[in-house]
């Protein structure tokens, strides 16, 4: 298989683990580990069996049981794969960012990619997916477009077909938006922000109807609060807190993956690690919706 090109390399004694937590706490389950390089973004399939991570540029799967090593996906040209995957919920698709800056399709099973996105002008436009509608139809994606001389200045979210055809913007605002996913039952979109931030890079986490109206704040703490993830049966929605004053969300702090009702109801921390970055970029919740797979860094 084509060797990758987004390698993102771990400190000496380092080791990047897969792992899988309860939403009631307890002890975590080991999946798999690696030393080699960081692996990222676990998404867990709609069938319970597996487990796809990216890794080097590459996407992998591994039985959720532990049992076996991991596998390779074939994603043909695309050897620069992100951490910014998801399934389709029928789990015959993978829908991935890459290095182009679009968003591209590939069967499960592996073949050739797909490419779902539009050209825009003026670009660069860099196109970042998180969440994928109920029935499949539509995706959610972090539009990054250049804003007062910074090419990754203007972070907005917007949809698009999962088909192809026109993009459709949600929100228009300079404070940088990211992680939109959808609601199980299709009436939400849960993300975080920096709307209303006193200070740059406090983002919470907010949701919004699928047409950008009614949006609510659903966090307000000191701490900074990224990448919401509905669990399947909508009861929870699992997310990772960087300390106060982070920028954006670092790889190799130490981070709290934290729980709350679909509304914000009643916070909860569930586990602190030594993360961030690559942790928890996607929906890694089990199909049961007690069980969700993350990813840290220990350094020895």
Do not use: K
């Amino acid at each position: 298989m084509t060797t990758g090109t987004n390698i993102r390399p771990l400190r000496p004694g380092q080791r990047a683990r897969l792992l899988i937590g309860d939403v009631d706490g307890g002890t975590p389950r080991l999946v798999h580990e690696s030393t080699a390089s960081a692996l990222e973004a676990p998404n867990w399939t709609p069938d319970g069996r597996w487990l796809v991570f990216n890794q080097d540029g590459l996407l992998f799967r591994v039985a959720a049981d532990g049992s076996g090593a991991p596998e390779p996906i074939d994603t043909g040209s695309v050897t620069d794969a992100n951490n910014d995957h998801v399934l389709s919920p029928d789990g015959a698709t993978i829908y991935l960012s890459a290095g182009d800056g679009h968003i591209h399709a590939v069967p499960f099973t592996g073949g050739q990619p797909r490419r779902v996105t539009n050209e825009h002008t003026p670009g660069p436009f860099r196109h970042f997916l998180h969440g994928v509608s109920p029935d499949g139809s539509t995706l959610a994606y972090v539009g990054v477009e250049p804003y007062a001389g910074d090419e990754w200045g203007y972070r907005n979210i917007f949809t698009i077909p999962a088909s192809g055809g026109p993009d459709t913007r949600l929100t228009d605002s300079p404070a940088p938006a990211d992680g939109p996913e959808y609601s199980p039952d299709g009436e939400w979109i849960h993300f975080n922000s920096e709307h209303g931030a006193a200070t740059p890079g406090h983002a919470q986490i907010f949701r919004m109807r699928p047409d950008g109206s009614c949006l609510e704040r659903l966090t307000d703490d000191e701490r900074v609060n990224w990448f919401p993830h509905p669990s399947p049966d909508g009861r929870h929605v699992l997310y990772v807190s960087f300390p106060p004053g982070t920028l954006g969300h670092p790889a190799d702090v130490d981070v709290v993956l934290r729980v709350m009702g679909p509304a914000g109801e009643t916070p909860r921390d569930v586990l602190a690690l030594f993360g961030g970055q690559g942790t928890l970029n996607v929906n890694s919740w089990a199909p049961d919706s007690r069980r969700f797979a993350y990813v840290d860094y220990p350094v020895d």
